[in-house]
């Protein structure tokens, strides 16, 4: 069956590190997306991704970074981890037509120490 | 950028009570998707609404799409505590983006 996978689902960094976070999907989506999710705020779109190649920045950008280089994998970099970046943070796929309905990772817990 | 309201944040009912949330935006929706999300889950897609008016349902939940396609609710009958989770409703963009809405927590007491 397709699915969707994210490693590691915890982890624990200390401030200035960088950390990437790994996303994987099988579903052959074009498109994915990287979100965070604090209490209070919902789901906020970090950055995404129609194909290979393209990216875009979502509302929270500052200090992350993603690649696209092929149609499986979004890998999420925190180029020098803050303790405001402590959060879980959902990757997510969908079709490049029709509904749009995503389908979301098992999320990854980050703490920055 | 596109915004959309839900309310209420936080929903405590009895079990067996009925339970609605909103979505409101100031513009009009191209299409309406709902997710649920279990207390340490993930996200997962209920239902896209894409007809003004539409109202769709799935066993005791029901889903409507306001007349002027700026507001939408998800309405649960006689809730369970099966029912527990954060509901979001979410507005599409033409190429797949989501925005999502902050999300009503329902609480079910046993």
């Known amino acids: 069956d397709a699915e969707i996978t994210q490693s590691p689902r915890h982890k624990i960094t200390e401030t200035g590190r960088q950390v990437t976070l790994a996303c994987h999907q099988t579903?052959?989506?074009?498109?994915m997306f990287w979100y965070r999710q604090d209490l209070g705020h919902g789901l906020r779109l970090i950055h995404y991704s129609y194909g290979v190649q393209d990216t875009n920045k979502g509302e929270v950008s500052d200090g992350y970074s993603v690649s696209r280089s092929n149609t499986e994998d979004l890998p999420l970099t925190l180029e020098s981890a803050a303790s405001s970046q402590t959060s879980v943070y959902f990757c997510?796929?969908?079709?490049?037509?029709?509904?749009?309905?995503?389908?979301f990772g098992p999320g990854t817990r980050l703490t920055v120490t | 950028g596109q915004q959309v309201m839900q309310i209420p944040q936080y929903q405590h009912v009895q079990e067996g009570e009925d339970f609605t949330t909103y979505c409101n935006s100031s513009t009009t929706l191209s299409n309406i998707q709902w997710y649920k999300q279990r207390p340490g889950g993930h996200p997962v897609f209920l239902i896209q609404?894409?007809?003004?008016?539409e109202v769709k349902k799935q066993k005791r939940l029901t889903f409507q799409f306001g007349e002027a396609k700026k507001n939408s609710s998800l309405h649960i009958t006689a809730t369970q505590t099966t029912d527990v989770g954060t509901y979001f409703c979410c507005l599409g963009s033409t190429l797949g983006r989501l925005y999502f809405g902050r999300g009503t927590q329902l609480t079910v007491w046993p």
């Open positions: 609404l894409v007809k003004s008016g």
């Open positions: 579903w052959n989506h074009n498109n």
């Open positions: 997510a796929s969908s079709e490049s037509y029709g509904g749009y309905e995503q389908y």
